[in-house]
């Protein structure tokens, strides 16, 4: 019987090293529980234990970072997994002036999450947990009425702010945002860990697709910002897993980023598949599609063939974005079963 705990597997594998298995786990949103901090713990601490998952991607609401600088929204009102977006923060170039950092102690829907991963800690006391964690660049783009996605939009923007008003017109005063968000962020960092988070999960979201932000636009809006964030979380001394999602999300472009895992999309479109060289420890390796159809043999088909493939190297089987909402509890088991 092996003698190896949750952490100690987290922390080898995620360093780049072999513990005595890969580590599983999923995650969903959980719409019905994420209004508040105490439902999004109970409900997280609930199906951690049920599934048993070797550590935990916390998964708040997908809005509750930019309510801190005044988006708001209708929680009764739901595309999918964004609710009803019904004022946001940046509707006007000069909006942007008026981001400000701001104190992670100070902002409820912060101190909220900070709450919750206390609570969730209580209830999961050895299970490593992350806390999800957008780019400032996202946090932006959702502030403006924007979705981090090509050829999305979000649900309730009527008059989203375009592009070319921001990232051309307005340069000096999107700097000046990124910056405010990324301090903010990584003062939330800093709080997270006293919390007792063991590390973030980092989503870039779908910033990287060239058709969005081509390379030189993305290494100036989004990579001194994601630094800033990054250096505290490595400050903070635990383990970083960036997610880049979507459609050619260029996992490659990250492995110099001071992340300790990439997750992304191995089917989606330009995409890499494991068999990408890279140094940090791969995370993923399963269609989150899978999990929406109930197909249990093809889920136990990928994560077969993912766990062949990275056999002998450290890995973390997960799906490659969240599990649809919809998903049932089998096909959840199905996944489970497949890392002993």
């Known amino acids: 019987m092996s003698t190896w705990t949750r952490k100690e597997r987290f922390d080898a594998i995620l360093s780049g090293e072999l513990a005595d298995r890969p580590i599983v786990s999923g995650w969903k949103h959980f719409l019905d529980h994420e209004q508040t901090g105490e439902d999004l713990a109970k409900i997280t601490v609930r199906s951690t234990k049920k599934f048993d998952w070797d550590w935990v991607k916390i998964n708040p609401r997908a809005t509750y970072y930019t309510e801190v600088w005044g988006n708001t929204y209708d929680f009764e009102d739901y595309n999918w997994v964004f609710p009803k977006q019904t004022k946001a923060a940046i509707e006007r170039p000069e909006d942007l002036f008026n981001i400000q950092a701001v104190d992670a102690t100070k902002s409820a829907p912060l101190l909220e999450q900070i709450q ?108 001194p910002y994601d630094l800033i964030v990054l250096e505290a979380a490595r400050e903070s ?20 980023y001071p992340v300790h895992g990439i997750s992304w999309d191995t089917k ?60 049932t509890d089998d096909a959840l088991m199905e996944f489970r079963r497949s890392v002993g």
């Open 116 to 223: 919750a991963v206390k609570q969730i800690r209580g209830g999961l006391p050895d299970t490593p947990l992350t806390q999800t964690i957008f780019s400032p660049l996202t946090i932006l783009l959702f502030l403006a009425g924007r979705m981090p996605y090509l050829n999305q939009t979000v649900y309730g923007s009527d008059k989203p702010m375009m592009l070319e008003e921001l990232f051309l017109e307005e340069r000096t005063g999107v700097h000046k945002a990124l910056h405010a968000i990324a301090l903010t962020l990584a003062d939330y960092v800093k709080e997270l860990k006293e919390a007792g988070i063991d590390g973030l999960f980092y989503a870039v979201t779908g910033t990287p697709h060239p058709s969005l932000f081509h390379e030189a636009a993305f290494n100036e809006f989004s990579r």
């Open 237 to 256: 001394g635990g383990k970083t897993i960036l997610h880049t999602c979507g459609d050619y999300a260029q996992p490659k472009r990250f492995d110099e």
């Open 268 to 327: 989606g479109r330009g995409n890499c598949g494991l068999d990408i060289c890279l140094e940090k420890t791969k995370v993923g390796g399963v269609d989150h599609h899978l999990f929406a159809k109930n197909d249990l043999a093809a889920i136990r088909k990928e994560a077969a063939t993912a766990l062949k493939k990275m056999e002998g190297k450290p890995f973390i089987l997960a799906p490659n974005c969240a599990i649809p909402p919809n998903v």
